[in-house]
Structures are given as structure tokens and as C-alpha cells.
């Protein structure tokens, strides 16, 4: 798979980068936070969500709306799954990522996704991204042997455990957690209720 810088026009259909904030400080704090073996995803950190930055993003990106702050860090170079959200997703790079990113718009009717159509997007450390809610995303990819960190921020309560929803539209069967529709390959070692929907290879970088 091609793997093109994020500043690619073709990113444009993706999401946008964004300017003007200072993240020195969260990237310092990003900087203790753990990098273990495999992918490690946490919703809502505390200490993350009080530093100056992340409440300006709150105010300003999503709008006043509550987000939390979390992260995803560890090493992975295989798509798995693809998630979308009914809201965009912000992203800070703390180490280089590389994102395999899709569009919901190419999703059939019966909730499955041909990987052939993703594409891959070097994210470098530092840059602030928006990943638009039509966006079909998941777990980044490590570029170096240390693994990666990453920084992700969503309206709070967002992949969160959820209440279970009587099916009446097809897309329900996608939904996984709250605000998290999620399509999954049958190699990507997903829990038993996961939708499974990915047709061909699980892509690996």
C-alpha cells in the first residue's frame, strides 16, 4: 500500500490538517504515557483533559460540545477493523503514524467494505489533524521500532460501553460502542460480537 504524506491533496476527502495550536505540553505528557507491544486504547485521561491546549480545543473545534481526551499507543502495522463516529475525531501525533483511512460513502448496503479501496496517510509527529466523521479509520500504524503514540479527542462518552439497540436499519449491526460503528476482518482478532465485514486482505504496512 502507498503511503502518502498527509499534506497529499488526496487527504482532502479525509479530513484536514489543522493549525495554530500549541501542543507542547501535551506532547510532553503524551511522553510518559505507556507503548506496549500491541494497541492500547484510552477513551478519557484526566491529566490530558485539564491542560490549557485541550480545553481550547473543546471550546473551539468541537464547538463548546464536552470531548475527552485520550490516546492510542503501541505497535501495529495491519488494519484489523475500520470505525467511523457520527462526529469528527482529532488526532495529535506525538511520534510519526501512518493512518490506513477509508469513506463511509463506500460502504455497501449490507455494512461490508472492500480494503482495496483504503488509503494510507503518513501522519508526522506534531501535526493536529480533523478525521471527518464519514471517515472510515482505526488503530494508526508505528513507523519506528519504538511504536507510536497518538493523541485522540471525541465527544465525551464516544467508544464507551453502550446499551444494546433493537436492530432496524442495517447499520445498527455495526454499532459497537457508543458513537463507534465498527466493521471488522475475520483476521483482526475482534471480540465475538464485532461485525465482521472487511472483504479481502487485512492490510499490512
Known amino acids: 500500500m502507498e503511503i502518502k504524506n498527509v499534506t497529499n491533496p488526496a487527504f482532502k476527502k479525509y479530513g484536514k490538517v489543522v493549525a495554530g495550536y500549541d501542543c507542547g505540553q501535551l506532547l510532553e505528557a503524551m511522553g510518559r504515557t505507556p507503548v506496549p507491544e500491541d494497541v492500547v486504547y484510552v477513551a478519557s485521561v484526566e491529566e490530558l483533559e485539564e491542560l490549557p491546549v485541550c480545553k481550547l ?20 502495522r495491519k488494519m484489523n477493523a475500520m470505525e467511523y463516529h457520527r462526529t469528527s475525531e482529532i488526532n495529535v501525533a506525538v511520534t510519526d503514524v501512518v493512518l490506513m483511512l477509508g469513506s463511509q460513502q463506500d460502504v455497501g448496503e449490507d455494512g461490508t467494505y472492500d480494503t ?62 457508543k458513537n463507534k460503528w465498527l466493521i471488522g476482518h475475520r483476521e483482526g482478532g475482534l471480540p465475538e460480537n464485532a461485525f465482521i465485514g472487511l472483504i479481502g486482505s487485512n492490510p499490512e504496512l
Open 116 to 177: 482495496a479501496l483504503a488509503e494510507a496517510f503518513l501522519i508526522p509527529a506534531g501535526t493536529v489533524i480533523e478525521v471527518y466523521a464519514t471517515t472510515l479509520h482505526y488503530a494508526p500504524c508505528h513507523v519506528a521500532p519504538e511504536g507510536f503514540r497518538c493523541v485522540v479527542i471525541l465527544p465525551r462518552g464516544t467508544n464507551t460501553d453502550m446499551t444494546p439497540v433493537e436492530e432496524a436499519f442495517f447499520e445498527d449491526r455495526l454499532l459497537f460502542a
Open 57 to 76: 480545543m473543546e471550546r473551539n473545534l468541537y464547538g463548546q460540545l464536552p470531548v475527552q481526551v485520550g490516546y492510542c499507543n503501541g505497535h501495529n
